[in-house]
């Protein structure tokens, strides 16, 4: 049996305007690729789920 089940999913979609040169768009990029902008988004996850005592026994997973 397994030790988990996935209760629900959730898609985080990041959308730019559909115009922005081509800079901005390598710039962005950069960011989301970054490791440590995961790891910064890992984080703020954790925040908000130790924030409810209700979540404590839920588990993220956060990938590409």
Known sequence: MPKT????EWQ???RI???LPDAE???IRAVLDDADFLA?????LRR???A???L???RVTVGR
Not at 5 to 8: A, E, R, Y
Not at 40 to 44: C, G, K, T, Y
Request: net charge negative.
């Open 25 to 27: 768009i390598d710039a």
């Open 48 to 50: 908000v789920l130790r």
């Open 17 to 19: 305007p559909a115009d």
């Open 5 to 8: 089940v996935i209760l629900d």
């Open 52 to 54: 409810d005592p209700a």
């Open 56 to 58: 404590t026994p839920v």
């Open 12 to 14: 985080l979609t990041f």
């Open 40 to 44: 910064r988004l890992r984080a703020a």
